[in-house]
């Protein structure tokens, strides 16, 4: 099948390389063209474990394209993916004007009929827009060719994303055609697991499952940090009740670990967007507004725990932080908690050591040079003459430590833990006083 995509950032990536490795014939499409220069020589603009290898793989092969011209484009695909970026509009909701501008370029160059699939996570209402957008396109070049639109969003993790791909819980599209039901069925039909969990629906059913997937997985990690915050103070350890609760299948395990926040460029992008849909519409999602309010004070707990452990005072402090993506297996910093803290850190004027496996390059570029800011080149030189230690991301390798070793290191021997990686006793036991999330006395 020929297959379109527009948009070569995360999910469109993504996306084409796991469509052209099981034998599709993919075109990518971007308007970046250095992006599409590097991609052709098989360099990825992300970090995303095994992306790689497999889109050299199919570069080599010839099934995955590259192009930055849009006439090429749309005239390749049958299917028509837009996976551009929706980034956040001053107000919150989704700005949509990439996701638009794909829909006039394919309305512009289409000579033949064609089936667009909106991959972009998109307000609901949006495959009208498109829709709308295309046949205007259509209209005024005077043809008469049929588009249908249908939505068909992305639930990629960052980090797990061709895993996700492949062995995901579900595929929904929403369409009322029977002709794009078909295309669908056959572009996911390789994928030989996921075709039962193929799940028609309608149109705008689709585009608000992506959002509601989202907020309801953000509130539980709210809900959660909630309680974590309660059992802090009622001398009660999070991790046991996590364990309590989890067994409860109606419960489950996963999504309730408490932590610094939430962070990304889906959770709070999408519960924002979801909370501004429902203003557009005089409707006071309530719940939305706390899930966003808990998890942007849980992002100021780090600091607020330090400087505590500090007596508020945390100038010429030197704060070594470990981990500053907004989560293992990433590059990604946006909306990371770590951004929360290092800001707030150098406000009171301390000066911060910080490595993470990965991130660096992001944060140098996120930040640039400053004299309060050292990247250390592992996780020992950043603690190599630092007062106290933050971990901000639980990646594999903070989760083994010689404490006795640390202690040394600190100048004064404390730890604050946002993603609660230690056993309380051990790391007490030698010494080093230990601040992690909701476990008894960890104020
Ligand atoms: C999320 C969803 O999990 C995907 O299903 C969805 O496709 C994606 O957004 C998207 O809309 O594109 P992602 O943002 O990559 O994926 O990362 P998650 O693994 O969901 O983690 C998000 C944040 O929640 C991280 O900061 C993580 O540390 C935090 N988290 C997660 C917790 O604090 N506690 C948990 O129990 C789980």
């Not at 498109?130 to 049929?146: F, H, P, W, Y």
């Not at 230690?389 to 390798?397: H, P």
């Amino acid at each position: 099948m020929k297959i379109t995509i527009f948009g070569t950032g995360y999910v469109g990536l993504v996306t084409g390389t796991c469509l052209a490795d099981v034998g599709h014939d993919v075109m990518c499409m971007d308007v970046d063209t250095d992006k599409i220069a590097r991609l052709k020589e098989g360099e990825i603009p992300i970090y995303e474990p095994g992306l790689e290898s497999m889109v050299k793989a199919n570069v080599a092969t010839g099934r995955l394209r590259f192009t930055t011209d849009p006439e090429v484009a749309v005239g390749f695909g049958e299917l028509q993916f837009i996976a551009v970026g929706t980034p956040p509009d001053e107000d919150g909701s989704a700005d949509l004007k990439y996701v638009l501008a794909v829909a006039e370029t394919i309305g512009e160059y289409m000579q033949e009929d064609k089936v667009v699939v909106d991959k972009s996570t998109v307000p609901v209402g949006t495959a009208d827009k498109v829709l709308a957008t295309v046949q205007e396109r259509l209209d005024s070049r005077g043809v008469d060719l049929k588009v249908e639109v249908c939505s068909n969003p992305e639930f990629l993790k960052e980090g797990a994303a061709i895993e996700d791909f492949t062995h995901g819980a579900r595929i929904i599209v929403g369409t009322d055609s029977e002709r794009v039901k078909r295309l669908m069925r056959e572009c996911y039909a390789p994928y030989i697991r996921l075709q039962e969990k193929l799940m028609f629906m309608d149109v705008r059913a689709a585009e608000l499952t992506k959002y509601a997937a989202n907020a309801m997985l953000a509130t539980k990690i709210s809900f959660m940090n909630e309680i974590a915050n309660l059992a802090e103070r009622l001398g009660a350890d999070v991790e046991q009740v996590r364990r309590g609760i989890g067994s409860d299948p109606r419960i489950g395990y996963h999504f309730i670990y408490p932590g610094c926040g939430y962070g990304g460029s889906c959770f709070p992008k999408d519960v924002q967007a979801l909370e501004r849909t429902a203003r557009d519409i005089d409707y006071d999602a309530e719940l939305l507004g706390a899930v966003e309010a808990v998890n942007n004070r849980q992002k100021q707990t780090l600091f607020t725990k330090l400087s505590n452990a500090f007596d508020g005072n945390l100038k010429g402090r030197t704060i070594a932080v470990w981990g500053l993506s907004f989560k293992p297996n990433t590059d990604d910093m946006r909306d990371a908690p770590s951004r929360t803290l290092m800001e707030a850190l150098w406000q009171a004027g301390a000066k911060v050591q910080a490595y993470d496996p990965e991130a660096m390059r992001e944060c140098r570029r996120i930040y640039g040079e400053r004299d309060d800011l050292v990247l250390a080149g592992d996780r020992v030189q950043a603690v190599k003459g630092a007062d106290a230690l933050v971990i901000c991301t639980e990646w594999k390798e903070f989760r083994s430590v010689d404490f006795h070793w640390l202690k040394e290191q600190l100048a004064m021997p404390v730890i604050v833990d946002g993603r609660n990686l230690y056993d309380t006793e051990a790391v007490r036991e030698a010494g080093l006083m230990y601040y992690a999330v909701g476990r008894g006395d960890s104020l």
